[in-house]
């Protein structure tokens, strides 16, 4: 059974770093059928992805935010992690990490972490 869990703080100061761990169970992240993608839904707002890691293992990031984010993975954990730099209360939002099937399906979630940017 697959599943995606995200973890990180609930609560990070506006300037910082927002760092966020997507743990795997029920199939490798290194398979290569399969990507990676990481999302957000601020309050009252459509999902926007940010970006994610591509079947050949390299990350792609929106444009939005290319300037500021870093999407890795670490293998021996079967983690993705996420980092986001330079926060304002504008990155409060729910994240998501989800894993994307051959045509980009969005297949399976996780159940989404709250990070709130506020002094």
């Known amino acids: 059974q697959v599943q995606l869990q995200e973890s990180g703080p609930g609560l990070v100061k506006p300037s910082q770093m927002l760092s966020l761990t997507c743990t795997v169970s029920?199939?490798?992240?290194?398979?290569?059928?399969?990507?990676w993608r990481w999302i957000r839904q601020p309050p009252g707002k459509g999902l926007e992805w940010m970006g994610g890691i591509l079947t050949d293992g390299k990350p792609h990031y929106s444009p939005s935010l290319q300037s500021r984010i870093s999407i890795s993975r670490d293998m021996s954990k079967n983690q993705l992690s996420l980092q986001l730099h330079s926060v304002t209360p504008e990155d409060t939002a729910v994240y998501y990490c989800a894993r994307a099937s051959s045509g980009g399906a969005l297949d399976y979630w996780g159940q989404g972490t709250q990070v709130t940017v506020s002094s």
């Open positions: 029920g199939v490798s992240i290194t398979n290569d059928y399969y990507a």
